[in-house]
């Protein structure tokens, strides 16, 4: 039986949204009242990752503050232009098709008993210390993913499917009930996941028909948000994801740490226990990957176990999320290695 009724989406109000987010430095400082000499003009504009950021989002930020921590993540800036030693373009090495790791186009299967699938190559908003912004997506190409689906298929090892993006969220719901559909006819499959920006950036998205989608499917889902900073949710946020927990097993976050942003332990606690009000459990906190144009927003080691040692004092086990970073060829995230000092 199909997970929906075949509908158009067309007239969904989260594409008006979408259609009318900021899409340029110079509207979003615009905005948000902020008039700052120190962006150059040049830089304003950044054609390969452009400024995106919905209304909603950017209605979170601090009126006329430069230094706002929702800002800072979205607005392109002068520093993006600095070539700074060891940040490359593909510091995960994910870009290579044909390889063990890259089994077919937009398949992505590093760890054991889990693969990832890249579905669509735009998000929501672009963040501007995201790995994205030099992803190869054309050389991943295959809408309908019917060669990553044989290769699932084919390896009975993979329990879990991941949906990526870009923003898996940006499928439409008819889009994402056919892919489903096809998962659920995989007999190893168990688990879907979605690791999703968008119930943070664009809540509107979250239609009573996604809803129940993840109802109703027999597979058992996990949805990932990413959220950096607490003033990222709002009332709307809390209702949406009280929604998306009442129809799927579990919710987690997954943050970045960031210099200028949230690289504060009372920042960080305080994301915690604003998630964990949201129905939000935790998961990661991912040191910066080393990519190009992103030197800007990195923490070293020391100073990220030192705030990771202040949030262990602080808060509940359950409510800690675990400080990882990405290593290519392990066969996991890499947890640092947290030496709690005496003091
Ligand atoms: C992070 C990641 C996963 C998921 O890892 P978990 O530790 O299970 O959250 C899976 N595949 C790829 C390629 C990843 O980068
Ligand atoms: S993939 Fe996630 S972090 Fe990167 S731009 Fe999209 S929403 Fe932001």
């Known amino acids: ?34 008039k700052s000499p120190l962006l150059r003009p040049e830089v304003l504009q950044q054609p390969d990752f452009p400024v995106l950021v919905p209304r909603g989002f950017a209605s979170r930020m601090k009126y006329g503050d430069p230094g706002d921590p929702l800002l800072r993540q979205v607005l392109a800036m002068p520093a993006e232009l600095v070539d700074a030693p060891g940040f490359i373009k593909d ?44 992803f190869p997506y054309a050389e991943h190409r295959d809408q309908k993913h019917t060669q ?70 027999t597979l058992k889902t996990a949805l990932v948000i990413h959220a950096n900073h607490p003033n990222e949710l709002d009332n709307q946020t809390a209702r949406v994801l009280n929604d998306l927990k009442q129809a799927s097993a579990l919710l ?43 030197s800007h927003f990195h923490v070293n080691d020391e100073e990220a176990k030192i705030i990771y040692g202040k949030m262990q004092a602080h808060l509940p086990g359950y409510l800690l999320p675990r400080l990882v970073r990405e290593i290519p060829g392990e066969n996991s995230k890499h947890l640092l290695d947290i030496q709690l000092k005496d003091e």
């Open 1 to 34: 039986m199909p997970l929906l009724p075949r509908s158009s989406s067309e007239n969904e109000p989260y594409r008006a949204a979408l259609r009318h987010a900021i899409r340029s430095s110079k509207a979003l400082l615009e905005f948000v009242g902020v």
């Open 91 to 134: 510091p995960l090495a994910e870009t290579q098709t044909g390889t063990d790791v890259n089994p077919a186009p937009a398949l992505i299967k590093k760890y054991h008993g889990r693969a990832l699938l890249i579905t669509t190559s735009g998000c929501a908003i672009n963040c501007r210390y995201c790995f994205r912004r030099h």
């Open 148 to 217: 990553a689906l044989a290769a699932i298929s084919a390896d009975s090892s993979i329990s879990e499917i991941i949906l990526s993006g870009g923003d898996p969220l940006l499928l439409d719901d008819q889009a994402l009930a056919t892919l489903i559909e096809k998962f659920e006819a995989i007999p190893h499959l168990k688990r879907l996941r979605i690791h999703s920006r968008i119930p943070v950036v664009l809540p509107e998205r979250i239609t009573p028909q996604l809803l129940s989608l993840l109802k109703k499917t």
């Open 252 to 294: 987690l976050n997954q943050s970045v740490l960031l210099r200028g942003i949230n690289d504060s332990a009372s920042v960080l606690i305080s994301l915690a226990e604003k998630l964990y009000d949201q129905s939000v459990q935790p998961y990661y906190l991912h040191m910066p990957d080393r990519v190009a144009g992103t």
